[in-house]
């Protein structure tokens, strides 16, 4: 088994190389869809985010409401700091139950957007990292999800810089320019770790 950690900034295009790299055989392991399924309603996860950010943080149907939440903690470090103390531990727990039912020979991609901040590089065999430029990012961001520029800008800066995820890397995917240019280079990464 080759474990690897896919990482990139906002807006990089991560998601868009997770999906190619599943469609070459990877078993990908995704931080994001593991963090919404740990704070789904009933669960331990949302009983303790409730308790720690307050009923303002539901949505009417009892789901979280990630929108409002979102704006409570990025713009306040200490609380995306006690929101990362609750999420991340589940997170970690039920990413190792995946990886343990991959097969010995399989190539595992653990797509996690913080793995520079939570200095998680030692995890794994590799680092991919999906990179692009800020006014790239910020552009998608703005252009692609719709968000205000304010907000794009809050959460890119919330992340770490473009200098740090590229000294924790194996393995760079430039992906500043358009889809068609990214395909060849994420089939030249699953190559290398076909062979690692």
């Known amino acids: 088994m080759v474990k690897v950690g896919l990482t990139g900034g906002i807006g990089a295009g991560k998601s868009a190389v997770s999906r190619l790299l599943a469609s070459y055989g990877a078993v990908i392991v995704d931080a994001d869809k593991i963090a919404r399924e740990v704070v789904e309603p009933g669960t331990p996860g949302l009983a303790a985010v409730v308790e720690e950010f307050g009923d303002g943080v539901l949505a009417p149907d009892g789901t979280l409401d990630r929108p409002k939440l979102g704006g409570i903690v990025f713009a306040d470090p200490d609380k995306l700091k006690a929101l990362n103390a609750i999420v991340h531990p589940l997170v970690g727990a039920r990413s190792a139950e995946l990886e343990a039912s991959a097969g010995p020979d399989a190539v595992v991609v653990h797509d996690v957007p913080l793995l520079t901040e939570n200095g998680l590089a030692p995890l794994y065999d590799l680092v991919v990292v999906v990179d692009a430029s800020p006014g790239t990012q910020l552009d998608r961001?703005?252009?692609?999800?719709?968000?205000?520029?304010?907000?794009?800008?809050?959460?890119?800066?919330?992340?770490?810089?473009?200098?740090?995820?590229?000294?924790?890397?194996?393995?760079?995917?430039?992906?500043?320019?358009?889809?068609?240019?990214?395909?060849?280079?994420?089939?030249?990464?699953?190559?290398?770790?076909?062979?690692?």
Do not use: F, H
């Not at 968000?147 to 590229?166: F, V």
């Not at 240019?181 to 190559?191: D, F, K, T």
């Open 141 to 196: 961001l703005v252009r692609l999800r719709d968000m205000a520029e304010d907000e794009a800008k809050s959460r890119m800066a919330a992340q770490a810089t473009r200098a740090q995820r590229l000294a924790i890397a194996d393995l760079v995917i430039d992906n500043d320019g358009p889809l068609e240019a990214l395909e060849p280079q994420v089939r030249e990464v699953w190559e290398r770790l076909r062979a690692a």
